[in-house]
């Protein structure tokens, strides 16, 4: 491998899909952000996008098979060099030959001899995916550590759409630096865990263009659900008007309002282990929704009357979908923070509250936050202003605690 110093050194896998050229793409954000990158491809993907390629925008030499080099046992050399692997695409065949431990080829072998953590990007047709072979290997690879992120719903190769979508790379780049700023596969706490996160701010609405709703951007509760994928959990993400990407590996439901969301979440909250309700829910909806656009005519206007959302985090608080589930509630606090925060976590019956003081450039619609997060059983953790991003490990942490084994 080429020297490298202290830069990070990263194995990209790529497979014989259609999805290759955005591996491109992938690689360009690690070579940018300062990764040394050796590229592996297989075979079959050299017919999709070809060596120079790799080689030119890796700055490394582009090898598939194990006898290229051989004095330098490249396998040997780069798997146990790797701070991360990533494979994307990964085929059905590819999953397959990765099970039964194969070593037919440079990627495969340094699979073998690499010790690090690797996170695999499936994309294929959905019935490939959704083989009982292919859930099998990927559920087998899972409880092997590896962190698979399952693919998104979209178009595929042709005019078709379903699962079997590579995520953005944008997306998949974001699970991998989650994964090597933690390091080490002791860190996927979350494996084999399901966990449902709500993200950004219910949107009520009053005509068929106006709505109430709140300043929540749901950076938060994206940060939540990468910082889950990347511990290996299996993430539902219900996103209510978040103007953001579906984070790599999980199962996006966009909602837009309250009533939307309860639906969603309670859908999905029996088989969770953990459910994070990150969003701002409106407690009120207008009690009418006109069909028409309201004019504003010449009389005063009326008062909007309202009425109450079903509190959907007292909800499942009460109704536990299974025993030893946790739940953690987010409460946005102007006045009087702690107190309040404390008076909502006894009220709603959740395990953990995440106290947010809210204000002018605060919380909203930042990178950043602070927080204090109070437990049933008594426990206080503050969390002093850093990225979204560690403020949810600190909850995962806090969740990861509490679960049942
Ligand atoms: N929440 C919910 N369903 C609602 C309202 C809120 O599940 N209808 C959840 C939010 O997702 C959050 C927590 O409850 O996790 C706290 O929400 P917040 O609006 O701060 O609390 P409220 O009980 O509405 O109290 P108040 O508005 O009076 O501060």
Redesign the pocket.
Known sequence: MAATGTRPRVVLGVCGGIAAYKACELLRRFTESGHDVRVLPTQSALKFVGETTWAALSGNPVVTDVFTDAHDVPHVAIGRQADLVVVAPATADFLARMVIGRSDDLLTATLLTARCPVVIAPAMHTEMWEHAATQANVATLRERGVIVLTPAIGRLTGADTGIGRLPEPGEIFAVAQTVLARGGAATLDLAGRHVVV?AGGTREPLDPVRFLGNRSSGRQGFALARAALARGAEVTLVAANAALPDPAGAKVVRVGT?EEMRTAVLEVAPSADAIV?????A?FRPMTRAASKLKKGDADPAPIALTR?????AEISTNRGRGGQVIV????ETDDVIANGRK?LAA?GCDLMVINEVGEHRAFDTEENAATILGADGTSVVVPQVAKESLAHAIWDLVVARLAP
């Open positions: 709500s309250a309700m990150a969003a701002a829910v407690d959302n079903a509190d959907i985090l509630g987010f409460a946005a909502k709603k």
